[in-house]
Structures are given as structure tokens and as C-alpha cells.
Nanobody, 122 residues
Framework: VQLQASGGGLVHAGGSLRLSCAAS????????VGWFRQAPGKQRELVAV???????YYPDSVKGRFTISRDNAKNTVYLQMNSLKPEDTAVYYC?????????????????WGQGTLVTVSS
């Protein structure tokens, strides 16, 4: 399975971006697709996850601003980010794997995209 993340860029505070994560290869083993981010000097953290059963999870830091969705026909997962803040600046990674719980544990994800940079200016 290969994941290709795209859609990052520079945006002003309060703006929006939509990230895409396109999956290719044998994907039947994937239950969960998540978006993580890593800001300079900080640990990578989960910002959203969606499962094949339709479950979604967001940490409080992005709840109400970020929305994860999937287009199964295109094997693509999206992360719509609204009301962006300077503290959302980070490299965003998509990840996938047979995750049934512990969504925030990186080791639970088998496949990772290359990362896309999101910069939010104040």
C-alpha cells in the first residue's frame, strides 16, 4: 500500500485548506486512515481518524474545525481544515492500517504518506 498526501500550502489565519491522501495497492487490510501532524520541535500527534465502519475521531484541539472524509471510489481520504490557526502549522502525514482502537498510537499504523507542509500565517 502506498499513500500520497497532498494539498498543503500557505494560508492566512482563519483560512481553509483541504488535504488529500490517495491510497494505491492492496488496501483490503486497511481499517483506519488517520491524519497526523508534526510541528517543529514537537512530537507527532493525531488530528483525525476515520474507519471503514464510518467512525471518526478528533482531538479537542481540532474538533469543530477539521473534518475527515473518504471517497471509497477514489481510494482517497480528505482532511478539510477550517478556521486555521498559526498553531496548526506543521507537516501533515496520512497513515493507514488495521487499527481497531488506540488511534493515536503511531505504531498501530502500517503505512505512511510522505507528509505535506501546512503553514498558517498570523
Amino acid at each position: 500500500v502506498q499513500l500520497q498526501a497532498s494539498g498543503g500550502g500557505l494560508v492566512h489565519a482563519g483560512g481553509s485548506l483541504r488535504l488529500s491522501c490517495a491510497a494505491s495497492g492492496v488496501i483490503f487490510s486497511i481499517n483506519a486512515v488517520g491524519w497526523f501532524r508534526q510541528a517543529p520541535g514537537k512530537q507527532r500527534e493525531l488530528v483525525a481518524v476515520t474507519t471503514s465502519g464510518g467512525y471518526t475521531y478528533y482531538p479537542d484541539s481540532v474538533k469543530g474545525r477539521f473534518t475527515i472524509s473518504r471517497d471509497n471510489a477514489k481510494n482517497t481520504v480528505y482532511l478539510q481544515m477550517n478556521s486555521l490557526k498559526p498553531e496548526d502549522t506543521a507537516v501533515y502525514y496520512c497513515a493507514a492500517g488495521p487499527v481497531a482502537s488506540d488511534w493515536d498510537l503511531e505504531d498501530e499504523y502500517d503505512y505512511w504518506g510522505q507528509g505535506t507542509l501546512v503553514t498558517v500565517s498570523s
